[in-house]
């Protein structure tokens, strides 16, 4: 089984992707970190050369290829959501967690993170809350299951995770 977790930048998509295949006994993989092997840079540094556009393109190919792999975790970046094309890939061909933080959590997580170009800017809190607005809905199109990650422990969000794939109970359907 491809599990795919997406959610704001810092929600946790990383640290509890690696926990989640550890403790499953599958691969892991990040996506950003094979977008930036793919480049040869940092994404931010690619954002800032290229555009985010130019940047889109490359993350829709990776996850089209990752999408396809027969088993893992797959964390996704915060945007990959943004395309229909990445929506309908992972909704189709993984089980998709949807890592829900709230803008003011992540911005506690992330505040002084300085690798997260969308966030370098005077108000991240105020970006964090924009981000929200616009791609909660498309994470939870997306997603087969959402789990809130409030303060929850790595090691309790595994195990939430775990939980819900075994009963593969999808979250209901929001309006």
């Given amino acids: 089984m491809n599990i795919a977790l997406v959610g704001l930048p810092g929600s946790g998509k990383?640290?509890?992707?690696?926990q989640l295949a550890r403790r499953l006994q599958v691969p892991f993989t990040d996506s950003d970190h094979v977008i930036e092997q793919r480049i040869g840079c940092s994404i931010r540094e690619f954002f800032e050369?290229?555009?985010?556009?130019?940047?889109?393109?490359?993350?829709?190919?990776?996850?089209?290829?990752?999408?396809?792999?027969?088993h893992g975790v797959l964390a996704t970046g915060?945007?990959?959501?943004?395309?229909?094309?990445?929506?309908?890939?992972l909704k189709e061909r993984c089980q998709v967690i949807y890592l829900r933080s709230t803008p003011e959590e992540?911005?506690?997580r992330v505040r002084n993170d300085v690798n997260r170009p969308l966030l370098q800017v005077n108000?991240?809190?105020?970006?964090?809350?924009d981000l929200f607005g616009v791609?909660?809905?498309?994470?939870?199109?997306t997603a087969h299951f959402v789990?809130?990650?409030?303060?929850?422990?790595?090691?309790?969000?595994?195990?939430?995770?775990?939980?819900?794939?075994e009963l593969g109970t999808p979250h209901p359907p929001t309006e």
Avoid: K
């Fill in 135 to 141: 791609r909660d809905p498309l994470y939870r199109e």
């Fill in 106 to 108: 992540v911005f506690r």
């Fill in 147 to 165: 789990i809130e990650t409030g303060r929850p422990s790595v090691a309790n969000l595994v195990n939430m995770i775990v939980m819900q794939l």
């Fill in 123 to 129: 108000d991240p809190l105020t970006r964090l809350r």
């Fill in 14 to 18: 990383s640290t509890v992707g690696r």
């Fill in 49 to 70: 050369r290229e555009g985010e556009a130019r940047f889109r393109d490359v993350e829709e190919s990776v996850l089209d290829e990752l999408t396809l792999q027969p």
């Fill in 78 to 89: 915060g945007g990959a959501t943004l395309r229909p094309a990445n929506r309908l890939h």
